[in-house]
């Protein structure tokens, strides 16, 4: 998996904007303002995803390319190392979990916005 295909993925789901608010090695995935997932795009490269907690712990134990979230909330974010040992498929779907945990948590205007783009 690469990170343009990640992006370019992100970028297809509704309502998602890509911004560099942290620094330009950095991009941001927002839905609605809301952060979903943050890619490092200097070696080793990797995804910051939001995930439930218990899943987090479970994908840690799991997989070697799993790790807690560098420098996010480690219960509720995990890093993921593309290093080619989870497939696309496993990759898509955590994003795709992600995507899913912040749009639940969307307040009543903003889940009607996203709905009505």
Known sequence: ???????NYCLGKKGVKESLP???????YK???KI???????????INIKCDPE???ELRERYDAVIPGYHMNKKH?????LDNSVGDNLI????????????EKLN???????KNL
């Open 108 to 114: 009543k205007t903003n889940k009607e916005k996203l």
């Open 55 to 57: 899943k987090a712990i």
């Open 77 to 81: 974010w995990n890093t993921v190392l």
């Open 36 to 46: 979903f997932l943050i890619s490092n795009l200097n070696p080793p490269y990797s």
């Open 92 to 103: 898509y779907e955590w994003i795709d979990d992600s995507y899913n945990l912040v749009t």
């Open 1 to 7: 998996m690469n990170l343009e295909l990640i992006r």
């Open 31 to 33: 839905v609605m303002e």
């Open 22 to 28: 942290f620094n330009e090695d950095s991009p941001v």
